[in-house]
């Protein structure tokens, strides 16, 4: 697995609308919310997850747990979600968890790094859904030099390699630019192996 590889356009229209009618069946059973985190602020992006792990951040800190809040355990992945899954990275080790990311027309995520998974051989898949996303990514150590990239919908990103430990972020969306969705927002379903 190289480093950063983005296909825009990876799925067509009518994929894209399958795509957002499982991700609200998703959320009909794990119903999104914002999670605290360890500062005591709650997040802006709204998120749930599928698989048997989905990600969770409260005051106790962040991590992979079992079940939603509600105590529920997380929906499976859908077959259209592994499928993507299947064809970017086919070498790859079979996703246990899909967080599902939704940005309000506010919301945003700071620079971070993916570094809770256990075996960070494994690479990251990315897809956008709705409005367009002002994507930001820097290197593994803070404060370095950063790249912007726009992710629309129905692009794919695939990291691996060496850009799995590079700092990431949304610095914005673009409310309205895509009719994807019943009204302004997007969604990003992130898909990795976390045991
Ligand atoms: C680059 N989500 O949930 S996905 C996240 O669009 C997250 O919702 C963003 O960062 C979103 O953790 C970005 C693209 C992404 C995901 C994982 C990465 C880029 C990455 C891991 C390493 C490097
Ligand atoms: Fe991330």
Given at each position: ?195
């Amino acid at each position: 697995m190289r480093g950063l590889l983005h296909y825009p356009g990876w799925l067509s229209s009518d994929e894209q609308r399958a795509l957002a009618e499982d991700v609200r069946q998703i959320a009909v059973r794990a119903p999104l919310f914002s999670p605290i985190t360890p500062s005591g602020k709650a997040m802006s992006v709204r998120m749930t997850s599928a698989g048997r792990f989905g990600w969770t951040a409260d005051r106790q800190g962040y991590r992979y747990a079992p079940a939603h809040p509600s105590g529920l355990p997380w929906p499976a992945i859908p077959e259209s979600v592994l499928a993507i899954w299947r064809a970017v990275v086919p070498e790859a080790r079979a996703p246990e968890s899909c967080l599902v990311n939704f940005y309000g027309p506010e919301a945003r995520m700071g620079l971070h790094q993916d570094r809770d998974e256990r075996d960070l051989s494994q690479p990251v898949v990315s897809i956008s859904l709705g409005d367009d996303a002002l994507f930001r990514i820097g290197s593994e150590t803070r404060g370095g030099p950063s790249q912007s990239l726009w992710l629309r919908s129905g692009d794919v990103l695939v990291m691996g390699g060496e850009a799995r430990l590079l700092h990431h972020g949304i610095d914005r969306i673009a409310p309205g630019s895509s009719m994807l969705l019943r009204g302004p927002g997007r969604i990003n379903l992130t898909l990795r192996v976390v045991s």
